[in-house]
């Protein structure tokens, strides 16, 4: 009997860690990846926000935000490239 728990703690924890690597990486196992496709871009000056670029360039936030999956707006900095147009599967 022994054994057989030893086993089963075993797969449990193998299985648990398995779940922790690939919620770490932030994908689902099995999942596509998803795809930007950045057309034009610009290099952020001073004083430039997401919002404010969303604004100039006649841009909703959910778009703004799918061609530009990394960006953190909290940290812009001046020169940072942003996509203002393109495509994201």
Known sequence: MAKVNKAATTLVLMLSLLIFVSMAESRILGAKTGTVICDIVIGVKRGDTCFG???KFK????????INPNLNCNAL?????VCIDGAAN
Not at 59 to 66: D, G
Request: no cysteine; hydrophobic share 50%; proline share 0%.
């Open 53 to 55: 670029i969303e604004q």
């Open 77 to 81: 900095f001046v020169g940072q490239w």
């Open 59 to 66: 841009l909703n936030a959910k778009f703004f935000n799918s």
